[in-house]
T-cell receptor, first 112, second 113 residues
Framework: SAVISQKPSRDICQRGTSLTIQCQVDSQVTMMFWYRQQPGQSLTLIATANQGSEATYESGFVIDKFPISRPNLTFSTLTVSNMSPEDSSIYLC?????????FGQGTRLTVV | KNQVEQSPQSLIILEGKNCTLQCNYTVSPFSNLRWYKQDTGRGPVSLTIMTFSENTKSNGRYTATLDADTKQSSLHITASQLSDSASYICVVSPGNSNYQLIWGAGTKLIIKP
């Protein structure tokens, strides 16, 4: 399956600032997605993103807080804006290739 | 409501022993069921994916079973190794959505030497 490089792998950020997470796929992928995983919890879908169109956000997530870019078929970014300690979590990008859903290594974000 | 429930929540076994993790789902219509392994602080890695017509699928020491009638699946790990320590997550895709994934809470497995 495709391989995703996600960075940064971890970061500690001050509240009120923003962090952009990048994901690069080694092959073309139609649909990419972003998940959040809070400590000890399962994955929660933030949004899905197709190349050239606006991301589709799940209930509870809004574009102003989590803007997503998808400029081409191999790259996507997620920005966590105006961060608060409640945003401390692991953020995972991924994509679909045929019926396979594959994931990046995750970004562990701590907001202080 | 579409749900995936896993048991046990956590499990500790000795290295070399076998174990079986359980998954029950209420997702309907059903498309496929996946098992993922997630090491602490890392992204999930796919172990198996099974469709309605498949009863069992193996990936090395991992064997998944599926009973679509009772809506149950299991993941059996043979001759466990320390590197098997991870969370194992059961994920079901509904039949009416190509890209939707319904996630279980996972079973945290700890292998002790």
């Amino acid at each position: 399956s495709a391989v995703i490089s996600q960075k940064p792998s971890r970061d500690i950020c001050q509240r009120g600032t923003s962090l952009t997470i990048q994901c690069q796929v080694d092959s073309q992928v139609t649909m990419m997605f972003w998940y959040r995983q809070q400590p000890g919890q399962s994955l929660t879908l933030i949004a899905t993103a197709n190349q050239g169109s606006e991301a589709t956000y799940e209930s509870g997530f809004v574009i102003d807080k989590f803007p997503i870019s998808r400029p081409n078929l191999t790259f996507s970014t997620l920005t966590v804006s105006n961060m608060s300690p409640e945003d401390s979590s692991i953020y995972l990008c991924g994509g679909w290739q045929n019926t396979e859903a594959f994931f990046g290594q995750g970004t562990r974000l701590t907001v202080v | 409501k579409n749900q995936v429930e896993q048991s046990p929540q956590s499990l500790i076994i000795l290295e070399g022993k076998n174990c079986t993790l359980q998954c029950n789902y209420t997702v309907s219509p059903f498309s496929n069921l996946r098992w993922y392994k997630q090491d602490t602080g890392r992204g999930p890695v796919s172990l198996t994916i099974m469709t309605f017509s498949e009863n069992t699928k193996s990936n090395g020491r991992y064997t998944a079973t599926l009973d679509a009638d009772t809506k149950q699946s299991s993941l059996h790990i043979t001759a466990s190794q320390l590197s098997d320590s991870a969370s194992y997550i059961c994920v079901v895709s509904p039949g009416n959505s190509n890209y939707q994934l319904i996630w279980g809470a996972g079973t945290k497995l700890i292998i002790k030497p």
